[in-house]
């Protein structure tokens, strides 16, 4: 499947919230499910239920899990999702992701990284110009946006100049980058909090190699 004008490609193993229930919702009608019986029973059986108990704590079901199988078998590794749906879904992650890189990289690799990532903030707030954003002062920042996109969207911008000058992805990029500037850039722990959710909402679903493995928990990736 390809992206139209109006939507994005959005890794199908990460997806969730609003996004994994589009794909649901866009499975064909005649779709069969066969071979994925195995899969989708392990994902209701108790001995999985209590592997992943936190994970449902924080709003993860075998259902939804379920579902995402589903989705995969479906719509393959990558399937066109409503841009303006990725945008609602995934720019505050992006954003608080992104936050979290820019800080780890100024306070752990920069000499006086914390007084230089608060000048930036100083710098932000009293900038003029919108296109302006003072984290460029401490690294490249355009990397960590690509990666923190990757990331969440399953998708690197920078992959090709097709995708990095898609309508779409600018809008996604700017959008994500203005809530970080407005937002989390200047709130760390929200932006922690942000992203320490959405780690347990947003694991990955294993289908056939290990069959002894129906689902992980990704490690933080921002």
Known sequence: MTPTTDTMLVSTRK???????HLVASIPPDTTFEGLT????????????ARFMKLWAHGCTPDQAADRVKALHAHGDLAPVPASLVRQEYAPLI????????????????????????EMLRNNKAETDPAICHTHDLCDANVFMASSIEADVGVD????EDLLNDPAMIDLWNTAWDLAKSSYLGDIPAARQLCGQASLQAWQIIVGDDPSVAAEQPSPSN
């Open 15 to 21: 997806a969730y919230g609003k996004v994994l229930d």
């Open 38 to 49: 195995t899969e989708v029973d392990r994902l209701s059986h108790a001995s999985f239920q």
């Open 95 to 118: 954003a608080a992701g992104f936050a979290l890189s820019v800080h780890e990289y100024a306070t752990k690799r920069l000499i006086d990284g914390e007084r230089r990532y608060q």
């Open 157 to 160: 911008p920078a992959a090709s």
